[in-house]
């Protein structure tokens, strides 16, 4: 569990090293907001579109050692997004993060649930604590190491994506044993017992758009903070750079704390349950606060960070008890669908930044949160149901 989380942690830290960029990018560069929500979503997209077709084929087929090619893959965009100021050329290398990204993501969620036990939701908060943890960092990377080195600076991290695969590697390792062992054994393939009651497939269709429309607001809401809010920072508050990206730094730190404590809960008072802790407090705040003196901002960051994203990797459980057959497909499709939303975000935010204007823009995106009331039509779910 442990070894997987560092993992996704290295993943992501690359993964969010492009937002990061983005003030030095337009600083240096002279890049439009439009121009950068496209690399964004470049990246975010093909990770979101190839997720859930790796996440189908590790279902019928898993591959062990497609872990470490995809941080290979990880490795090479993030070597051309270090060295280049072409933009086609950083588009091009956004493409290589994204397929590095798509393959970890559903495969790292097998490993995770292969580990996992009876322990689901803890399991799985362990795995995306890595995750988050990584996006926590990109932002202090930004600000201590990109604002002094600028845009080579993303080059220090190539050592730290070569120590990726050699870890993941070892894993596959491991993977490859489990899998074999299985086979020898003449053991099905796990299959997660869902603690949902049973549910007709329309139910089922209707609980997954419930959902999706959950992280699609969640997504989009928290795209606008780790790329663009620290434009407003800087604009409204008159705040430098560095002060800005430590700033969402707090947001993300903080949302990796709601993160962890959000599985090991869903465990013990039910998915649904922490779902909807995730909804009632953050919604007032979120619509605030554009609105709050700059005392305030660190406050609402952190309350927001930490209910907003408790529910992040519960949804990801949520829905492979909805489809406990296809653990790898549901990973992959929520996850994906995830990235895809933060890709779509990304480049809209940004064209309404270049529109509108940052001022106008952030009250906008701070009113989105209130979709997430769907919340309270999902199917209740039953608590400490065990997994095998």
Same mark, same amino acid.
């Given at each position: 569990m $442990?070894?997987?989380? $560092? ?5 992501d830290?690359v ?9 030095? !990018?337009?600083?240096d560069?002279?890049? =439009?907001? =439009? ?10 997209? *093909? ?18 050692y ?28 956004? $493409?290589?993060?994204g ?22 939701? /803890? ?42 695969? *050699? ?11 489990? /899998?074999?062992?299985?086979?020898l ?16 497939k ?5 609980? !997954?758009?419930? /959902? ?20 407003? /920072? ?8 560095r ?43 979120c619509?605030?606060?554009p609105?709050?003196? !700059? ?6 960051? $952190?309350i ?12 990801? *459980? ?15 499709? =929520? ?23 940052i001022?106008? =823009? ?10 997430l ?16």
């Amino acid at each position: 569990m $442990i070894a997987i989380a $560092i993992g996704h942690l290295i993943n992501d830290t690359v993964q969010n090293i492009a937002p990061a960029m983005f003030p030095y !990018l337009a600083r240096d560069l002279g890049f =439009t907001f =439009t121009q950068l929500g496209l690399i964004s979503f470049v990246l975010n997209m *093909v990770s979101s579109t190839l997720q859930p077709v790796i996440g189908f084929i590790s279902d019928k087929k898993p591959i062990a050692y497609a872990l470490p090619i995809g941080m290979m893959s990880v490795f090479i965009g993030l070597s051309m997004f270090a060295f280049t100021n072409q933009y086609y050329i950083l588009l091009i290398a956004a $493409i290589f993060l994204g397929f590095g990204s798509a393959i970890f993501h559903p495969e790292g969620s097998r490993v995770s649930f292969m580990s996992a036990g009876n322990k689901r939701g /803890l399991s799985q908060s362990i795995y995306q604590v890595g995750g988050n943890s990584g996006q926590a960092i990109a932002p202090l990377i930004g600000a201590f190491i990109l604002d002094a080195l600028g845009q080579r600076g993303a080059a220090v991290l190539l050592l730290l994506v070569a120590i990726g695969i *050699v870890l993941l590697f070892n894993i596959s390792k491991w993977y490859a044993r489990q /899998l074999n062992a299985e086979k020898l054994n003449q053991k099905q393939k796990k299959v997660l017992i869902s603690s949902l009651p049973p549910l007709t497939k329309k139910q089922v269709g209707i609980a !997954l758009i419930l /959902l999706f429309t959950i992280i699609f607001a969640r997504s989009f809401y928290t795209t606008n903070i780790q790329n663009y809010y620290v434009f407003y /920072l800087i604009d409204h508050y008159d705040l430098t750079t560095r002060i800005g990206q430590i700033l969402i730094f707090i947001f993300m730190a903080f949302g990796v704390v709601g993160t962890f404590f959000g599985g090991s809960l869903s465990d013990r008072i039910g998915r649904k349950n922490v779902i909807l802790l995730s909804v009632v407090v953050p919604i007032p705040l979120c619509l605030l606060l554009p609105y709050m003196p !700059l005392w305030l901002v660190p406050v609402f960051l $952190i309350i927001i960070g930490t209910l907003i994203m408790i529910s992040f990797s519960v949804t990801v *459980v949520y829905a492979q008890e909805l489809v406990p057959s296809k653990i790898g497909t549901m990973a992959g499709l =929520t996850t994906g669908f995830a990235f895809g939303m933060g890709a779509v975000g990304s480049v809209a935010i940004g064209w309404l930044l270049d529109t509108i204007g940052i001022e106008m =823009t952030m009250k906008i995106i701070s009113v989105l949160p209130i979709i997430l009331v769907v919340a309270f039509l999902l199917p209740k779910d039953q608590v400490k149901k065990e997994l095998s």
